[in-house]
């Protein structure tokens, strides 16, 4: 166990809703991460907060926004969904800003869009 | 921009004997490259890591080569096992403004009996 929980496990949703993960980061971690990966497919970095500000930004679809609130948790919002969508979603975590830190994953949500 | 290469997509070897990962990458400023192992249906977790200050790294059977010169680094399994069978993932982090950590595109290892 990371320490870094994802709410919810499985998603299962349709065409053209929104949705929103959720991310709770090791306790103390400042920098919450969040990766797209499709079947068979590598670690797509979307975007990266530190102490609640956006820090870098991936291949983020413009359908797609995340947050960090004060208490550190983060969300996903993945709205339009496009059958596309379907993937494991996963957060990370790290201490401080992350150039030369591990990341920790979270056990990710899976998102079924039908 | 940022890349890393990841070589073989796919990797078979028999139980017993020695798995090589190798990966390249094109920021010379990246000074940190973690190794990640994802199980079937879990998450990516860190195995192994080495910064830019040290060539090699090893713990038990698992170790890390870095040429900085060339660009490239390795990860070495000896002794393989059935339960190393998974997908790893290289990754490298550099100096620069964006903080992100560029990984590789993995490798799936099987460990044959």
């Known amino acids: 166990d990371s320490g870094v929980t994802q709410t919810p496990k499985h998603l299962i949703t349709a065409t053209g809703q929104r949705v929103t993960l959720r991310c709770s980061p090791r306790?103390?971690?400042?920098?919450v991460y969040w990766y797209q990966q499709s079947l068979d497919q590598g670690l797509q970095f979307l975007i990266q907060?530190?102490?609640?500000?956006?820090?870098a930004k991936g291949n983020i679809l413009e359908r797609f926004s995340a947050q960090q609130f004060p208490d550190l948790h983060s969300e996903l919002n993945l709205s339009s969904l496009e059958l596309g969508d379907s993937a494991l979603y996963f957060c990370?975590?790290?201490?401080?800003?992350?150039?030369?830190?591990?990341?920790?994953f979270g056990p990710g949500t899976r998102l079924l869009v039908l | 921009g940022e890349n890393v290469e990841q070589h073989p997509s796919t990797l078979s070897v028999q139980e017993g004997d020695s798995a090589v990962i190798k990966c390249t990458y094109s920021?010379?400023?990246?000074?940190?490259f973690p190794w990640y192992k994802q199980e079937l249906g879990k998450r990516p977790q860190l195995i192994i890591d080495i910064r830019s200050n040290v060539g090699e790294k090893k713990d038990q059977r698992i170790a890390v080569t870095l040429n900085k010169t060339a660009k490239h680094f390795s990860l070495h399994i000896t002794e393989t096992q059935p339960e190393d069978s998974a997908v790893y993932f290289c990754a490298a982090s550099g100096r620069n403004r964006d903080d992100k950590i560029i990984f590789g595109k993995g490798t799936r290892l099987h460990i044959l009996p």
């Open positions: 907060y530190y102490n609640g500000e956006e820090r």
């Open positions: 306790s103390g971690d400042l920098s």
């Open positions: 920021d010379s400023a990246s000074n940190y």
């Open positions: 990370a975590s790290s201490p401080r800003q992350g150039r030369e830190e591990t990341q920790y």
